[in-house]
């Protein structure tokens, strides 16, 4: 099994910056993903960005250009630097692991004021 700790969300700015990290701990496969989603009131969940363990990247294209994901393997933690932030980027963030089977974060809130 995989548990996820996110942190790194709050309240900022219209062109602010927040990083949000994923802490994974558990029985990791060497093969993985590791991507956050997010999730804003009455929309369907969708994806920020991924990152698999060879290192190739994954944006959705509202956040293309603006949005940076990494990983520290020797951490164990995926890192999700956002710059330029909009209102439209409010929700909660989601950190999820996928190997043979998919695990999910309890979740960080990002709100973004105009």
């Known amino acids: 099994q995989v548990q996820l700790a996110e942190s790194g969300g709050g309240l900022v700015q219209a062109g602010g910056s927040l990083t949000l990290s994923c802490a994974v701990s558990g029985t990791i496969f060497r093969i993985n993903s590791i991507g956050w989603y997010r999730q804003a009131p009455g929309q369907q969940r969708e994806l920020v960005a991924s990152?698999?363990?060879?290192?190739?990247?994954t944006y959705g294209d509202s956040v293309k250009g603006r949005f940076t994901i990494s990983r520290d393997n020797t951490k164990n933690t995926v890192y999700l630097r956002m710059n330029s932030l909009k209102p439209d980027d409010t929700g909660v963030y989601y950190c999820r692991y996928s190997d043979y089977d998919i695990t999910w974060g309890q979740g960080t809130q990002v709100t973004v004021s105009s």
């Open positions: 990152i698999i363990s060879g290192g190739s990247t």
